[in-house]
C-alpha cells in the first residue's frame, strides 16, 4: 500500500515508518522539517506546515495514498480539514486520539461530575462531558514541547469529525502515556535524577502508590498503529492501545528501579506526611485501567517488544539524554529528608 504519514518525523513516527517500510509499504512522511525526517531513501518526504494541509493537495493526490495516518491531529478543525483532503482522495484515514478522552481522565483532574467510573475502561466507556481538558496556559506550556497543538485541542472533536465523515472510513486509535527513547515528556526522568543524585529512599503517596494508569512503550505503540493502517478491517473502529495488565504506580516504579539496578526503599506515606511535590493533582481514587481487548482480538495485536526490555531502552537512552531544562522544585530533597526523619520517628 501507500501510506502518508501525517507528522510522522516525531517520537511515535520514526518506529512507526521503520516498520511499515519493513512491511514492504511505500510510505511517505508530512512534516515540517525534512532534517528531522526518518532517514530510509525509500521514503518520500513531503515539507509543509499541517494546519494548512489542503495547500499541498497536489503533492499528496501525486503520491496518491491508500492510507493517510495523521499522528498529530489536535482539534475538530483540523480533523474536517484531513478528512476533506482524503474524500477526493479516496484514502482511508487512521487518526491518533488520547485516552484523555474518557470520563475517567476528567475525574482523575477533578473537573468531571460525579462518581468513580467503573473499571476496566473499554472503547464503548463514556467520554467526557467537559470538553476542554487543559486551561489555555498549560496548553500554550504544551505547544513548548508538541509546536503542532492546536489551540483548541479537544481529542473528543477529533474522533466525531474522523468517524462520522461521510464518504470517507476512518479509524481512531485512543493512545496511553507512551515511553520509550525520544519521549519529550521525559517521564522516566524523575526516578533516574535521584538515582544519580544517590538517593537511597523514595517517597509515594499512599494514594499514588496504588494508582493504576494506561502505558504502551514507544514500539509497541507504533506496532498497532500500523497493524491499523495495513488491515482494512479497522475502518469504522476505534481501539485503545496499551500495555496490559495495567500496574499500580509502585510497582511500575520498583520495576523501573530493578532494571537501573537501584537498591532504593520505596516508603509510602499518607497524602497529609508527603510533601507536596510528590503529590498527584486531583482524584486518585479514579484509576484509569483500560482494556486493550479489542485491538488484540480483531487485529491480532500484541507487543513485539517486552515491557523489561522497552524499561531497559528508555532508561539507557534517558540517561544519554536528559532534558535541557529541569525544574527544581521538583527534586526538594530537604522536604522529602524531613518527611522521611518524620516517618522514621
Known amino acids: 500500500m501507500r501510506i502518508l504519514l501525517v507528522g510522522g518525523n516525531g517520537f511515535i513516527g520514526g518506529p512507526l515508518t521503520a516498520e511499515l517500510c519493513r512491511s514492504g509499504h511505500q ?21 509543509g506546515d499541517r494546519n494548512r494541509l489542503s495547500d499541498y493537495g497536489e503533492q499528496i493526490r501525486e503520491f496518491a495514498p491508500d492510507v493517510i495516518v495523521d499522528l498529530i491531529l489536535s482539534s475538530g478543525e483540523q480533523a474536517r480539514a484531513l478528512m476533506k483532503l482524503a474524500r477526493g482522495l479516496g484514502a482511508r484515514v487512521v487518526a ?3 485516552m484523555d478522552v474518557y470520563r475517567a481522565w476528567g475525574v482523575l483532574h477533578g473537573f468531571e461530575p460525579g462518581g468513580l467510573e467503573p473499571l476496566p475502561i ?6 467526557r462531558t467537559v470538553r476542554k481538558v487543559y486551561p489555555p496556559d498549560t496548553v500554550k506550556m504544551l505547544q513548548k514541547t508538541f509546536t503542532w497543538l492546536d489551540d483548541q485541542y479537544d481529542k473528543i472533536a477529533v474522533e466525531e469529525a474522523i ?6 472510513a476512518g479509524t481512531v486509535l485512543r493512545l496511553p502515556m507512551v515511553y520509550g527513547p525520544g519521549d519529550r515528556l521525559h517521564r522516566f526522568f524523575p526516578l533516574l535524577k535521584r538515582f544519580e543524585d544517590g538517593r537511597s529512599s523514595l517517597i509515594l503517596a499512599d494514594d499514588l502508590a496504588e494508582w493504576r494508569a494506561p502505558r ?20 469504522g473502529r476505534i481501539y485503545n492501545i496499551c500495555q496490559e495488565p495495567s500496574v499500580a504506580e509502585l510497582e511500575w516504579q520498583e520495576k523501573i528501579a530493578e532494571q537501573m539496578q537501584w537498591r532504593v526503599k520505596f516508603v509510602v506515606l499518607t497524602r497529609e506526611r508527603t510533601p507536596k511535590h510528590l503529590l498527584l493533582p486531583g482524584n486518585a481514587a479514579q484509576h484509569v485501567v483500560v482494556s486493550s481487548g479489542r485491538i488484540r482480538r480483531e487485529l491480532g495485536y500484541a507487543e513485539p517488544v517486552e515491557i523489561d526490555e522497552g524499561i531497559r531502552r528508555t532508561v539507557a537512552w534517558e540517561r544519554a539524554n536528559p532534558p535541557y531544562m529541569i525544574e527544581p522544585k521538583q527534586f526538594d530533597y530537604a522536604a522529602e529528608d524531613a518527611a522521611l526523619a518524620a516517618a522514621a520517628a
Open 27 to 47: 510510505v511517505a512522511v508530512f512534516h515540517r522539517n525534512v532534517n528531522t525526517a526518518p532517514g530510509a531513501e525509500e521514503v518520500l518526504q513531503i515539507e
Open 96 to 98: 491518533l486520539s488520547s
Open 122 to 127: 473499554t472503547e464503548d466507556s463514556p467520554v
Open 163 to 168: 468517524m462520522n465523515a461521510g464518504g470517507v
Open 216 to 235: 504502551g512503550y514507544v514500539e509497541n505503540v507504533a506496532h498497532g498503529i500500523a497493524l491499523a493502517a495495513m488491515s482494512s478491517q479497522a475502518a
